[in-house]
C-alpha cells in the first residue's frame, strides 16, 4: 500500500486512458505523457497498461507500507527517498517504511510512479484512469489527498526477485533519460482546416514562440502569442477531436487538446501534434515557451513506429535481465 | 457529395458523409458508425460519429494512413439501405423553473411568453438526437422551437448540477455531469443521462426521439430520492 502523507499540487491516477467509450461521449483521460508512463512500468517490469501514479509539479510524501519496486520517469521533481536523492528513469528497490518524497521542479511538469503490480483501483470502463471533473475511476474519482491508502497489486515471481538486487550500476545504461527542453520544438501536422486560416496566422503558427498560459490543465493548454485568424469567419460543423488537437476558437489563442480534452468539439484545427512530441507539450509548464514545426503526416507515423520498436526493444531487454536474476 | 477522407493527426482519420445537418447524412453516419462496430477491423482503436463525420483512430503500427483509408473506402461500399437499428424514443421527465431551473423566467421574458408557455412549447417539441459528444452521455438535440430560443449567458456559471435542461440559442440539452457552461437553464430531470457502471455508458445514442414530460417538484423529489437509494 502507498500511504499518502502529504498530498502535493495534484497527483492523480491514470493509465493509458478509456479507450472505446469517446463514441459514448466518455472522456479518455489517461496519462498526460505516455512514454514516460509506459517506460516507468516496464522498469518495473510491469505490463505498460497498469496504472501509476502521475504526479504534477508539487509532488506528494509517499510511505510504503511494504517492500515494493518502483521507478519514477518524466519530469524531474527531485524525488528523494529518506531524504536521499534517487535516480529516475531506473528500477529501485524499496524497503517497507521508506518515504518518498518530492522537491523544487527542475524540468518537466510531471513525474510518473510505476510500482511493481500497478496502482490496484478498480477498473471502469477498462480504465483505471481518474477523470477528476466528473469524479470518476481512478481513487474514488478524486486527485489523491493526505491519508489516502492507495492499494498495491500483487508482484510477480520475476519482480519479486527484483526486491533483493542490487541496482546500484546495474540500470544506469538501460534507459537514457528523455530531455524536456526550456523552449521546446514541438512537431505538428497541419490539421484539417489550416487552410482556412489566413496567410499571416499560416506562417505565425510555425514562426513564433507560444507561451503556456495560466488556464491550462490536464483538458488543455491555452496558448499565449501571435493571435490566429481565419480567412473568412465560418462555422464549422463539431467533429471529433484527439489527443494533440491545436484549436483556434474565436479570440485567436490556440489550444491544445490534451488527456481530459471533450470528445468533439466545434473549433477550426490548425494543426494536430505527431505522437511522439506529446510528451514534450505535456510536460511544458506554465509561463514556459514552445515552439511549433511542421511535420508530415508521413514522417509522423515513421517516428511513432520507430517509437514503438524502441519500447519494445526495452521491454525485452528488461525481461533478460529479469530472467538473469533466476 | 462524395465521401471524403482526411487524417486527423497521426492515429485517426476523419470520413466526411456530407457537409451539413440533415436526416440523410445523420443515417449515412449511424450506419457507418454500425458497419465498424460489427467489423472491428483489427487495425481499429475506436471510433468517434458526429453530425457528418466519423473519425476512426487506428494503430498506425498496424496499418498506416493510406492503407486505412484504402480500407475504409472499400468497407463503406458494403453499406445496406436498412439503418441498422429501429429509432427509440425516450421520456425525460424533467421538473421546470423554481431553483431547478433558473433561467425559465428569462427565456419567457426573452420570447414575450409566460413560463407556462415555454414548459408548453419545450413539452411539445419534436426532438431527435443528432450526436453524443462533448461530454459523457451529453446529446446534442435537435428539434427545439425557435420561439423558445434564448442566448447563451454573458458570463457562464461556474458550475451547473448534473441532469439540468438547458437552452443556448436554438438548442436544448441536457447536462449529464456536473459542468461549467453558459446555457439557461430552464428544469431539472431525476433520470441520468451518463451511466458509468453500464456497459454502454450513455442512456441516450443518436437517432433516438425524446419527449420531454413535465413533472412535479414532488414527483421530482420522489424519483431523485430513488436514484440516491439505490447510490447508496
Known sequence: MLKILKSGLQTSVQDLGRVGFQKYGVIASGVMDPFAHR??????????RLATLEITLVGPTIQFTEDAV??????????????????????????????????????????????????DVTELMGSRSTYLRAGIGGFQGRALAKGDEVPIGEMDLLQTKAL???????FDWLIPPVRYYEEPIIRMIKGKQFDLFDEDSKRQIFSEAYTVSASSDRMGYRLEGARLSLENSTELISEAVAFGSVQVPADGNPIVLLADRQTTGGYPKIGQIAFVDLPLIAQAKQGQPIRFKEISLLEAQRRLIEQEQYIRQVKAAIQLKQEEWT | ??????????????????????????????????????????????????????????NPCLAKYDD?????????????????????????????????????????????????????IHTSGNYSVHMIGFAPG??????????????????????????????????????????????????????RLFLPENDIPSLLRAGDKIIFKEISKEEYHAWEDDLNAENS
Open chain 2, 68 to 120: 486505412v483509408k484504402m480500407e475504409l473506402k472499400e468497407l463503406l461500399t458494403q453499406l445496406t439501405e436498412d439503418l441498422p437499428f429501429e429509432s427509440r424514443t425516450i421520456e425525460i421527465p424533467v421538473c421546470y423553473g423554481g431553483e431547478l431551473g433558473p433561467d425559465l423566467e428569462f427565456v419567457a421574458q426573452h420570447n414575450k411568453l409566460t413560463a407556462r408557455e415555454v414548459i408548453d
Open chain 1, 39 to 48: 517506460i516507468a512500468n516496464l522498469l518495473t517490469g510491469n505490463d505498460e
Open chain 2, 138 to 191: 451529453f446529446p446534442f438535440i435537435g428539434g427545439m422551437s425557435e420561439k423558445i430560443a434564448a442566448p447563451r449567458r454573458d458570463s457562464p456559471r461556474l458550475r451547473i448540477p448534473e441532469r439540468t435542461v438547458g437552452i443556448a440559442g436554438m438548442q436544448t440539452g441536457v447536462y449529464p455531469i456536473e459542468t461549467p457552461g453558459g446555457w439557461q437553464l430552464i428544469g431539472r430531470t431525476p433520470i
Open chain 1, 70 to 119: 518502483i521507478a519514477l520517469c518524466g519530469g524531474d521533481l527531485s524525488p528523494q527517498l529518506d531524504d536521499n536523492d534517487i535516480k529516475m528513469w531506473r528500477m529501485l528497490p524499496i524497503k517497507k517504511g521508506s518515504t518518498l518524497t518530492f522537491g523544487e521542479p527542475r524540468i518537466g511538469a510531471r513525474c510518473y510512479l510505476a510500482v511493481a503490480g500497478g496502482i
Open chain 2, 1 to 58: 457529395m462524395n465521401t471524403l477522407f482526411s487524417p486527423l493527426g497521426d492515429q485517426a482519420i476523419v470520413i466526411e458523409l456530407g457537409n451539413e445537418i440533415n436526416d440523410q447524412t445523420e443515417q449515412q453516419v449511424r450506419k457507418v458508425a454500425a458497419l465498424l462496430e460489427s467489423r472491428q477491423p483489427e487495425w481499429m482503436v475506436e471510433f468517434i460519429p458526429a453530425f457528418v463525420t466519423v473519425a476512426v483512430f487506428y
Open chain 1, 164 to 170: 533483493h538486487q542490487n541496482t546500484e550500476n546495474e
